[in-house]
Protein backbone atom coordinates (compact mmCIF):
# COMPACT_ATOMS: atom_id res chain seq x y z
CA UNK A 1 0.00 0.00 0.00
CA UNK A 2 1.20 3.17 -0.90
CA UNK A 3 0.76 6.72 1.21
CA UNK A 4 0.44 10.29 -0.16
CA UNK A 5 0.69 13.22 2.49
CA UNK A 6 -0.24 16.89 1.85
CA UNK A 7 0.07 19.02 4.44
CA UNK A 8 -1.78 22.54 3.01
CA UNK A 9 -0.99 25.89 3.17
CA UNK A 10 -2.77 26.99 6.63
CA UNK A 11 -2.41 30.23 8.31
CA UNK A 12 -0.09 34.29 8.56
CA UNK A 13 1.71 36.11 10.76
CA UNK A 14 0.18 34.90 14.19
CA UNK A 15 -2.44 32.73 12.85
CA UNK A 16 -1.04 29.26 12.81
CA UNK A 17 -3.31 26.00 11.88
CA UNK A 18 -3.02 22.45 10.51
CA UNK A 19 -4.64 20.83 7.78
CA UNK A 20 -3.52 17.65 6.11
CA UNK A 21 -4.76 15.22 3.22
CA UNK A 22 -3.57 11.71 2.93
CA UNK A 23 -4.42 9.11 0.35
CA UNK A 24 -3.59 5.70 0.64
CA UNK A 25 -4.28 2.52 -1.42
CA UNK A 26 -2.76 2.17 -4.54
CA UNK A 27 -2.94 4.43 -7.99
CA UNK A 28 -6.02 3.27 -9.59
CA UNK A 29 -7.84 2.72 -6.11
CA UNK A 30 -7.32 4.70 -3.46
CA UNK A 31 -9.09 6.31 -0.46
CA UNK A 32 -8.54 9.83 1.08
CA UNK A 33 -8.70 10.78 4.81
CA UNK A 34 -8.26 14.05 6.33
CA UNK A 35 -6.51 15.44 9.62
CA UNK A 36 -7.75 18.67 10.77
CA UNK A 37 -9.26 21.19 8.92
CA UNK A 38 -7.34 24.26 9.82
CA UNK A 39 -9.33 27.70 10.79
CA UNK A 40 -12.55 28.67 9.14
CA UNK A 41 -11.30 29.36 5.87
CA UNK A 42 -9.38 26.59 5.11
CA UNK A 43 -12.44 24.75 4.96
CA UNK A 44 -13.36 26.00 1.83
CA UNK A 45 -9.56 25.63 0.95
CA UNK A 46 -9.66 21.68 1.54
CA UNK A 47 -12.82 21.62 -0.15
CA UNK A 48 -11.72 23.19 -3.36
CA UNK A 49 -8.59 20.75 -2.96
CA UNK A 50 -10.35 17.48 -3.33
CA UNK A 51 -12.65 18.38 -5.82
CA UNK A 52 -9.78 19.73 -8.40
CA UNK A 53 -6.92 16.88 -7.46
CA UNK A 54 -9.77 13.97 -6.48
CA UNK A 55 -12.71 15.23 -8.28
CA UNK A 56 -14.59 14.81 -5.23
CA UNK A 57 -14.28 11.70 -4.38
CA UNK A 58 -15.96 10.44 -1.04
CA UNK A 59 -13.49 11.03 2.06
CA UNK A 60 -13.47 7.96 4.16
CA UNK A 61 -12.56 9.41 7.10
CA UNK A 62 -12.22 12.78 9.09
CA UNK A 63 -10.05 12.91 11.71
CA UNK A 64 -9.61 16.08 14.49
CA UNK A 65 -6.90 15.84 16.52
CA UNK A 66 -7.60 18.17 19.08
CA UNK A 67 -10.48 20.74 19.67
CA UNK A 68 -8.40 24.01 19.51
CA UNK A 69 -9.95 26.29 16.95
CA UNK A 70 -7.08 26.01 14.37
CA UNK A 71 -7.10 22.61 13.66
CA UNK A 72 -11.25 22.41 13.73
CA UNK A 73 -13.03 25.34 12.72
CA UNK A 74 -12.40 24.00 8.83
CA UNK A 75 -13.83 20.74 9.79
CA UNK A 76 -17.35 22.21 9.43
CA UNK A 77 -17.31 23.62 5.47
CA UNK A 78 -15.78 19.88 5.01
CA UNK A 79 -18.95 17.93 6.61
CA UNK A 80 -21.10 20.27 5.07
CA UNK A 81 -19.76 20.11 1.26
CA UNK A 82 -18.00 17.09 1.00
CA UNK A 83 -19.33 13.23 1.14
CA UNK A 84 -17.69 12.18 4.45
CA UNK A 85 -17.96 8.63 5.60
CA UNK A 86 -16.22 8.81 8.73
CA UNK A 87 -15.56 11.52 11.67
CA UNK A 88 -13.26 10.97 14.31
CA UNK A 89 -13.38 13.55 17.45
CA UNK A 90 -13.35 14.04 21.16
CA UNK A 91 -16.07 15.51 22.79
CA UNK A 92 -15.28 16.39 26.22
CA UNK A 93 -18.97 16.42 27.44
CA UNK A 94 -19.18 13.19 26.62
CA UNK A 95 -16.57 12.05 29.06
CA UNK A 96 -18.38 14.02 32.16
CA UNK A 97 -20.02 11.60 33.53
CA UNK A 98 -17.46 9.22 34.00
CA UNK A 99 -14.88 12.18 35.19
CA UNK A 100 -17.22 14.31 37.46
CA UNK A 101 -14.93 13.34 40.55
CA UNK A 102 -11.80 14.83 38.63
CA UNK A 103 -13.52 18.32 38.77
CA UNK A 104 -12.89 20.56 41.98
CA UNK A 105 -16.87 21.13 42.70
CA UNK A 106 -18.75 17.71 44.04
CA UNK A 107 -21.65 19.10 43.35
CA UNK A 108 -21.45 19.14 39.75
CA UNK A 109 -24.53 16.79 38.23
CA UNK A 110 -24.15 14.85 35.39
CA UNK A 111 -25.99 16.76 33.46
CA UNK A 112 -24.97 20.08 34.79
CA UNK A 113 -21.68 18.90 33.75
CA UNK A 114 -22.27 18.33 30.57
CA UNK A 115 -23.80 21.33 29.78
CA UNK A 116 -21.45 23.63 30.99
CA UNK A 117 -18.49 21.95 29.25
CA UNK A 118 -20.62 21.45 25.50
CA UNK A 119 -21.44 25.17 25.67
CA UNK A 120 -18.13 26.00 25.71
CA UNK A 121 -17.20 23.77 22.15
CA UNK A 122 -19.84 24.88 19.96
CA UNK A 123 -17.60 24.19 16.99
CA UNK A 124 -16.80 20.45 17.92
CA UNK A 125 -20.59 20.07 18.65
CA UNK A 126 -21.41 21.57 15.40
CA UNK A 127 -19.45 19.48 13.46
CA UNK A 128 -20.53 16.44 15.20
CA UNK A 129 -24.34 18.02 14.42
CA UNK A 130 -23.68 18.18 10.86
CA UNK A 131 -22.52 14.97 10.71
CA UNK A 132 -25.04 13.28 12.57
CA UNK A 133 -27.71 15.17 10.10
CA UNK A 134 -25.70 14.00 6.93
CA UNK A 135 -25.84 9.81 8.38
CA UNK A 136 -21.40 10.03 8.81
CA UNK A 137 -20.79 8.03 11.43
CA UNK A 138 -19.25 9.71 14.47
CA UNK A 139 -16.45 8.10 16.30
CA UNK A 140 -14.07 9.49 19.56
CA UNK A 141 -10.73 8.24 18.87
CA UNK A 142 -8.99 6.51 21.67
CA UNK A 143 -5.47 4.51 21.72
CA UNK A 144 -5.85 1.26 20.25
CA UNK A 145 -8.25 2.44 17.04
CA UNK A 146 -7.94 2.20 13.72
CA UNK A 147 -8.80 4.77 11.55
CA UNK A 148 -8.61 3.91 8.05
CA UNK A 149 -4.77 2.53 7.92
CA UNK A 150 -3.45 4.38 11.01
CA UNK A 151 -3.75 3.15 14.58
CA UNK A 152 -4.40 5.78 17.19
CA UNK A 153 -1.25 5.36 19.86
CA UNK A 154 -2.72 8.60 21.88
CA UNK A 155 -4.60 9.00 24.16
CA UNK A 156 -5.60 6.40 25.90
CA UNK A 157 -9.44 6.75 27.52
CA UNK A 158 -8.18 6.90 30.64
CA UNK A 159 -5.85 10.01 29.99
CA UNK A 160 -8.28 11.65 27.76
CA UNK A 161 -10.62 11.29 30.70
CA UNK A 162 -8.12 13.36 33.30
CA UNK A 163 -7.12 15.39 30.86
CA UNK A 164 -10.75 17.06 29.83
CA UNK A 165 -10.95 18.78 33.71
CA UNK A 166 -7.79 20.61 32.83
CA UNK A 167 -8.51 22.35 29.60
CA UNK A 168 -8.87 26.22 29.67
CA UNK A 169 -12.61 25.88 28.95
CA UNK A 170 -13.44 23.40 31.46
CA UNK A 171 -14.61 24.29 35.29
CA UNK A 172 -11.98 23.79 37.75
CA UNK A 173 -10.21 20.59 37.98
CA UNK A 174 -9.37 18.47 41.32
CA UNK A 175 -5.34 18.69 40.81
CA UNK A 176 -5.12 15.88 43.68
CA UNK A 177 -7.10 13.33 42.05
CA UNK A 178 -5.39 14.42 38.84
CA UNK A 179 -2.05 14.11 40.38
CA UNK A 180 -2.59 11.20 41.92
CA UNK A 181 -3.34 9.47 38.74
CA UNK A 182 0.00 10.53 37.19
CA UNK A 183 -2.00 13.28 34.75
CA UNK A 184 -1.48 16.59 36.44
CA UNK A 185 -0.36 18.93 33.14
CA UNK A 186 -1.83 22.40 35.01
CA UNK A 187 -4.73 24.28 33.84
CA UNK A 188 -3.62 26.48 31.37
CA UNK A 189 -4.86 30.46 32.46
CA UNK A 190 -5.13 33.37 30.69
CA UNK A 191 -2.33 34.80 32.01
CA UNK A 192 -0.17 31.65 31.00
CA UNK A 193 -1.41 32.21 27.80
CA UNK A 194 -0.36 36.20 27.10
CA UNK A 195 2.78 35.23 28.85
CA UNK A 196 3.59 31.77 26.67
CA UNK A 197 2.44 34.51 23.49
CA UNK A 198 4.83 36.83 24.63
CA UNK A 199 8.02 34.26 25.21
CA UNK A 200 7.33 33.00 21.76
CA UNK A 201 8.81 36.10 20.09
CA UNK A 202 12.55 35.64 19.79
CA UNK A 203 14.19 37.66 21.83
CA UNK A 204 17.82 36.56 21.50
CA UNK A 205 20.26 34.21 19.77
CA UNK A 206 22.50 31.93 20.53
CA UNK A 207 25.16 30.02 18.39
CA UNK A 208 24.31 26.28 17.61
CA UNK A 209 26.22 23.50 15.97
CA UNK A 210 25.76 19.94 14.79
CA UNK A 211 27.26 18.01 17.80
CA UNK A 212 26.36 20.47 20.91
CA UNK A 213 22.72 21.03 20.85
CA UNK A 214 20.64 23.88 22.80
CA UNK A 215 17.19 22.18 22.62
CA UNK A 216 16.31 21.37 26.19
CA UNK A 217 13.84 18.82 28.09
CA UNK A 218 11.07 19.74 30.15
CA UNK A 219 9.03 21.60 27.96
CA UNK A 220 5.48 21.81 28.63
CA UNK A 221 2.51 22.64 26.27
CA UNK A 222 -1.44 23.01 27.87
CA UNK A 223 -3.38 19.77 28.11
CA UNK A 224 -5.47 20.39 24.64
CA UNK A 225 -2.57 20.04 23.20
CA UNK A 226 -1.62 16.79 24.64
CA UNK A 227 -5.00 15.55 24.23
CA UNK A 228 -3.74 15.24 20.39
CA UNK A 229 -4.18 12.10 18.37
CA UNK A 230 -1.00 10.45 17.67
CA UNK A 231 -1.41 8.35 14.51
CA UNK A 232 1.27 5.74 13.32
CA UNK A 233 0.95 4.20 10.01
CA UNK A 234 2.82 1.08 8.23
CA UNK A 235 2.94 1.07 4.76
CA UNK A 236 5.11 -1.56 2.30
CA UNK A 237 5.81 0.96 -0.35
CA UNK A 238 5.44 4.37 2.01
CA UNK A 239 7.27 2.91 5.03
CA UNK A 240 6.39 4.08 8.57
CA UNK A 241 4.54 7.35 9.50
CA UNK A 242 3.93 9.17 12.53
CA UNK A 243 1.22 11.67 12.68
CA UNK A 244 1.54 13.88 16.22
CA UNK A 245 -0.99 17.17 15.93
CA UNK A 246 0.18 19.33 18.66
CA UNK A 247 0.83 16.77 21.12
CA UNK A 248 3.87 17.42 23.77
CA UNK A 249 5.95 15.36 25.40
CA UNK A 250 3.96 13.59 27.72
CA UNK A 251 1.03 12.86 24.46
CA UNK A 252 4.56 11.59 22.66
CA UNK A 253 5.73 9.48 25.42
CA UNK A 254 2.23 7.88 25.89
CA UNK A 255 2.50 7.43 21.76
CA UNK A 256 5.90 5.94 22.82
CA UNK A 257 4.81 3.35 25.79
CA UNK A 258 1.95 2.20 23.42
CA UNK A 259 4.45 1.78 20.18
CA UNK A 260 6.67 -0.66 22.36
CA UNK A 261 3.81 -2.26 24.43
CA UNK A 262 2.63 -3.49 20.51
CA UNK A 263 6.16 -4.45 19.05
CA UNK A 264 5.44 -1.29 16.35
CA UNK A 265 9.18 -0.17 15.66
CA UNK A 266 10.10 3.17 16.72
CA UNK A 267 12.74 4.69 15.31
CA UNK A 268 12.40 3.82 11.80
CA UNK A 269 10.04 6.35 10.61
CA UNK A 270 9.92 7.34 6.72
CA UNK A 271 7.68 10.41 7.44
CA UNK A 272 6.80 12.03 10.34
CA UNK A 273 4.67 15.31 11.58
CA UNK A 274 6.83 17.95 13.65
CA UNK A 275 4.29 18.67 16.12
CA UNK A 276 2.20 21.86 16.71
CA UNK A 277 3.95 23.79 14.48
CA UNK A 278 7.42 23.41 15.25
CA UNK A 279 7.62 24.53 18.56
CA UNK A 280 10.17 23.89 21.46
CA UNK A 281 7.77 23.17 24.09
CA UNK A 282 6.41 20.04 22.63
CA UNK A 283 9.72 18.38 22.12
CA UNK A 284 13.03 17.33 23.69
CA UNK A 285 15.90 15.70 23.12
CA UNK A 286 15.09 12.82 25.79
CA UNK A 287 11.84 12.03 23.43
CA UNK A 288 13.40 12.72 19.73
CA UNK A 289 16.13 10.03 20.85
CA UNK A 290 13.00 7.67 21.59
CA UNK A 291 11.07 8.05 18.72
CA UNK A 292 13.02 9.06 15.85
CA UNK A 293 16.79 8.11 17.18
CA UNK A 294 19.82 9.83 18.56
CA UNK A 295 21.98 12.21 16.47
CA UNK A 296 23.49 10.84 13.69
CA UNK A 297 27.53 12.23 12.79
CA UNK A 298 27.77 14.75 10.79
CA UNK A 299 27.60 14.53 7.07
CA UNK A 300 25.16 11.51 7.46
CA UNK A 301 22.21 11.19 4.53
CA UNK A 302 18.84 11.62 5.65
CA UNK A 303 16.74 8.76 6.63
CA UNK A 304 13.57 10.05 6.44
CA UNK A 305 11.44 13.47 5.58
CA UNK A 306 9.98 16.13 8.91
CA UNK A 307 6.56 18.32 8.07
CA UNK A 308 5.67 20.89 9.99
CA UNK A 309 2.63 23.31 9.66
CA UNK A 310 3.98 26.97 10.10
CA UNK A 311 2.01 29.87 9.15
CA UNK A 312 3.48 32.30 6.46
CA UNK A 313 5.33 35.56 7.69
CA UNK A 314 5.77 34.09 11.00
CA UNK A 315 8.95 34.87 12.71
CA UNK A 316 9.16 32.49 15.43
CA UNK A 317 7.50 29.16 14.14
CA UNK A 318 8.61 26.82 13.23
CA UNK A 319 11.55 26.88 15.83
CA UNK A 320 14.97 26.92 14.33
CA UNK A 321 16.11 24.83 17.33
CA UNK A 322 13.40 21.82 16.55
CA UNK A 323 14.36 21.84 13.13
CA UNK A 324 17.93 21.84 13.90
CA UNK A 325 16.53 19.10 16.57
CA UNK A 326 14.89 16.79 13.50
CA UNK A 327 18.04 17.20 10.57
CA UNK A 328 20.70 15.72 12.95
CA UNK A 329 18.22 12.80 13.80
CA UNK A 330 18.47 12.03 9.95
CA UNK A 331 15.60 14.13 8.79
CA UNK A 332 15.24 16.24 5.67
CA UNK A 333 12.70 19.03 7.21
CA UNK A 334 10.34 20.66 5.23
CA UNK A 335 7.85 24.05 6.27
CA UNK A 336 4.73 24.90 5.22
CA UNK A 337 4.38 28.16 5.00
CA UNK A 338 2.40 30.03 2.91
CA UNK A 339 2.72 26.77 0.14
CA UNK A 340 1.10 22.89 0.71
CA UNK A 341 3.76 20.85 0.75
CA UNK A 342 3.21 16.94 -0.13
CA UNK A 343 5.08 13.09 0.01
CA UNK A 344 3.75 11.66 -3.28
CA UNK A 345 5.06 7.99 -0.99
CA UNK A 346 4.65 6.07 -4.04
CA UNK A 347 1.73 8.33 -5.86
CA UNK A 348 2.90 9.97 -9.20
CA UNK A 349 3.83 13.87 -9.16
CA UNK A 350 1.19 16.19 -9.95
CA UNK A 351 2.10 18.15 -13.17
CA UNK A 352 1.48 21.73 -11.55
CA UNK A 353 3.40 21.36 -8.26
CA UNK A 354 7.10 22.82 -8.38
CA UNK A 355 9.86 20.83 -5.96
CA UNK A 356 10.89 21.95 -2.70
CA UNK A 357 14.01 21.56 -0.92
CA UNK A 358 14.93 20.53 3.05
CA UNK A 359 15.44 23.73 5.32
CA UNK A 360 19.20 23.98 6.08
CA UNK A 361 21.11 23.39 9.23
CA UNK A 362 21.28 26.85 11.13
CA UNK A 363 24.21 27.79 12.89
CA UNK A 364 21.96 30.26 15.59
CA UNK A 365 18.90 29.45 17.07
CA UNK A 366 16.59 30.93 19.84
CA UNK A 367 17.91 31.65 22.42
CA UNK A 368 15.83 30.29 25.78
CA UNK A 369 15.05 33.44 28.02
Known amino acids: MKCEVEFLAVGDGCRPGDAIIARYGDINSYQLMIVDGGNAETGETIVRHVQRYFSGQPISHVLLTHSDIDHASGLRTVVQNL ?45 ALKSIEKNVTVNM ?19 YLHLVPQFDKTPDANEEAIAAAGYWIGKESLVSRVVASLQAKVASWMPESWGVEGLRDGGVTSASNESSVVLYGQFNESGNMLLTGDAGICGLTWAANYAESQRLPLRAFQFVQIPHHGSRRNVGP ?28 DDAHPRKIVLNAFTRRGANVYATQGQSIVSYGGFPARPDYVDIYPIPFSQTVEAYA
Open 141 to 159: PFQGHAVGPFRVMSPSFNA
Open 286 to 313: TILNRLIGEPLPYGSPATFRAYVSAPKD
Open 83 to 127: DVRNVWLHMPWCVSNAGRHLFRDPRWTEDGLTKAIVGEYDIIREI
